[in-house]
């Protein structure tokens, strides 16, 4: 099969289909409960005022960026056809991890190891079947990576040029579809700059690229919401999500008072009666000025500098949501989903192992800075209510690693021998 490159995409590509439709076959419900959370609702409105108005300017935009609501607007909000779409390009993660393996120097055959991975990666899997900004996002993001790569450290003049182009276009539409991405650029430019000096000017076109797409949207939220941001979401989730888990276990309240106590606080800052919070009140703040989004900063960090043995004691319960378990998969499937990860991350870590002594910097390097990158910045945000979703994009960069390590594994036991 290395021999016909083409056709063993192809058929990797094929098998993440399969894997995933098999999934919607076993969970499948007419109303499709199965393959969405409450941000679904959301969505799909905007999609419908998309569609109805032809701007932005409904306010659940500062909270979710506009692709997949696009996306949404043009399968006329149809759930069925945007769950299949969504298959379909989660699916293409697969090939692409074939394309980054091959771009950080792993053999075809190691290369194809890494999108059967992907392709059968179980979160992968459910947030593909879903109907959720993910898919397009992990999957921008990945073009991101392979585009940029292959600008700075293959192609040359022109075409380097434009792949970088390509590469930063690709990172703003990962944006435009989930904000988690929206700095990534300044931590790859840098080191790019480091290791290949001469690629500076086509560096500086995929962060020029990258700055304009992505501060288009900051400025679009800016004129129109009085908020300079990309999103409104990690200002709430670092006061709803990552706070109130610090606050609940520093303080033992449940968690409905301490909800009802944080969004008080932020209504003081506001400047607004905070006896008159309710249970809806914090459902207010997802979307507001730049006053409110400081407002909860403000209110978050406070919450970490009174509990900050809490703030460290929720780390590892967030790493453990993070690359333990996937909400979406059947409960009789969690025991091996669990064992998966656990060999997943293991893998992962005695590959870049096996890099760092080797000296093979390139896949090293990508690894840890992209894993490190959404690692802490999932854990700033927040430690509960997520699982391995957010660790979805990472899948073939992690694959990569653990088919490296098991390589480099083989290969000193047989010069042991």
């Known amino acids: 099969m290395t021999r016909h490159p083409k056709l063993a995409l192809g058929l990797i590509f094929a098998l993440a289909l399969l894997a995933r ?54 399968l006329d909000g149809d759930g069925q056809a945007v769950l299949y779409t969504n ?24 290369a194809l190891a890494v999108g059967v991975i992907v392709a059968l990666d179980p979160a992968n899997i459910a947030y593909s079947a879903w109907l959720g900004a993910e898919p397009l996002a992990n999957t921008m993001f990945m073009i991101m990576l392979v585009a940029l790569l292959h600008a700075v450290v293959y192609a040359d003049g022109w075409r380097a040029l434009a792949w970088a182009a390509l590469a930063g276009v ?8 989930r904000p988690a991405a929206y700095l990534i650029w300044t931590g790859l430019s840098v080191w790019l700059v480091l290791v290949y000096r001469r690629k500076w000017m086509v560096i500086a076109v995929y962060a020029l690229v990258s700055v304009i797409g ?47 106590r944080l969004a008080a606080r932020v209504e003081e800052k506001m400047g ?21 989004t400081d407002a909860m900063m403000e209110t978050a960090l406070e919450t970490f500098k009174k509990y900050p043995a809490a703030y460290v004691f929720t780390i590892p319960i967030g790493l453990g949501r993070m690359y333990g378990f996937s909400s979406q998969i059947p409960n009789w499937m ?25 000296r093979e910097c390139l896949l090293l390097w990508i690894t840890v800075l992209v894993c490190g990158y959404y690692t802490v910045g999932t854990l700033v945000a927040q430690t509960s209510g997520m699982d391995a979703r957010m660790r979805t994009m990472l899948a ?3 694959a990569a690693a653990l088919v490296y390590g098991v390589i480099a594994f083989r290969t000193q036991r047989q010069g042991a021998v």
């Open 87 to 110: 298959v379909i390009i989660g699916a293409a993660m697969a090939p692409l991890a074939v394309l980054f393996a091959r771009q950080v120097k792993l053999s075809m055959g190691a």
């Open 170 to 177: 690709a990172l703003s539409m990962s944006v435009w579809s």
């Open 21 to 74: 439709f098999a999934l919607i076959a076993m969970l499948y419900t007419p109303d499709l409960t199965r393959f969405q959370s409450g941000d679904w609702e959301l969505y799909r409105i905007g999609g419908e005022y998309i569609r109805a108005e032809g701007d932005f300017s409904n306010s659940l935009f500062l909270l979710r960026p506009p692709l997949f609501p696009v996306l949404i607007a043009l």
């Open 272 to 292: 607004r009666d905070p006896s008159k919070v309710n249970d809806l009140t914090r459902h207010t703040h997802y979307a507001g000025s730049s006053e409110l």
């Open 214 to 260: 992505i501060g288009a949207w900051v400025v679009h939220n800016g004129r129109v919401f009085d908020n300079y941001t990309v999103s409104s979401v990690g200002a709430y989730s670092m006061l709803y999500y990552r706070a109130a888990s610090v606050e609940h276990w520093g303080s033992g309240d449940d968690m409905d008072a301490v909800y009802l």
């Open 334 to 358: 969690r025991p091996l989903e669990v064992l998966w990860n656990l060999v997943f991350v293991a893998g992962t870590a005695v590959g870049l192992g096996y890099a760092f002594r080797r």
């Open 396 to 398: 073939p960069l992690m």
